[in-house]
């Protein structure tokens, strides 16, 4: 399966532990987005990188959240001191270009649950 | 504010049938609108996209319409199967891959 692969696919923890998400985008796509999706919403963009580089960050991607793509390759995105609030599935996204046009390739998400 | 909004909220209809969802936005400015697809539990799969100049665009029994002066979309599926029943998500974009403005999405059943 060469698709948008992301780990784990879910994850329960208690509040104010650290949790870190893996994505492995499509492997010659150059650029990565994170969302958020609450249930009955649409996602909501947190960051996204072109190669390494960390071009833009939501508002929403406070201080205790973090996100890496050390090698271009793939990407961790790491909740320090989760919150009940930040219960919700995180998506990975990749695309060949930076073009508009470009299709956004999804993974099927880490669903997490703070308790 | 930039906002999209789908109609209706959730669908439920026969497989076999045929159905149209709407999507209203007032995004500006506007480069493309596309539609995806999202079964449950999974990321979203991508349907169409369309850009200012089309306002047409069929992926198999799906066909997504644009109109880009009243700020309009459809998307119209025919022939409904099972596997069609998920949420159906419009997205418009800015002027950049990551200035995207998603809907809340419709959820549309098939029943049998």
């Known amino acids: 399966d060469t698709g948008v692969s992301q780990n784990p696919r879910h994850k329960i923890t208690k509040r104010g532990q650290n949790v870190t998400f893996r994505c492995d985008p499509i492997?010659?796509?150059?650029?990565l987005y994170w969302y958020r999706q609450t249930l009955g919403q649409g996602p909501e963009f947190l960051t996204y990188?072109?190669?390494?580089?960390?071009?833009?960050k939501s508002r929403l991607l406070s201080d205790r959240f973090s996100a890496e793509r050390p090698k271009g390759s793939f990407s961790t995105l790491e909740i320090q001191r989760t919150e009940q609030g930040d219960s919700a599935m995180y998506l990975c996204?990749?695309?060949?270009?930076?073009?508009?046009?470009?299709?956004?390739?999804f993974g099927n998400g880490t669903r997490l649950t703070v308790t | 504010k930039n906002q999209v909004e789908q109609s209706p909220q959730s669908l439920i209809i026969l497989e076999g049938k045929n159905c149209t969802l709407q999507?209203?936005?007032?995004?500006?400015?506007?480069?493309?609108l596309r539609w995806y697809k999202q079964d449950t539990g999974r990321g979203p799969v991508s349907l169409t996209i369309?850009?200012?100049s089309e306002n047409t665009k069929s992926n198999g029994r799906y066909t997504a319409t644009l109109d880009a002066d009243t700020k309009q979309s459809s998307l119209h599926i025919t022939a409904s199967q099972l596997s069609d029943s998920a949420s159906y998500i419009c997205?418009?974009?800015?002027?950049?891959?990551?200035?995207?403005?998603w809907g809340a999405g419709t959820k549309l059943i098939i029943k049998p």
């Open positions: 996204a990749s695309s060949s270009t930076g073009s508009s046009n470009s299709p956004l390739h």
């Open positions: 492997s010659e796509h150059n650029r």
């Open positions: 990188f072109q190669n390494e580089a960390q071009l833009e």
């Open positions: 999507c209203n936005y007032t995004v500006s400015p506007f480069s493309n």
């Open positions: 369309m850009t200012f």
């Open positions: 997205v418009v974009s800015e002027d950049s891959n990551y200035q995207l403005i």
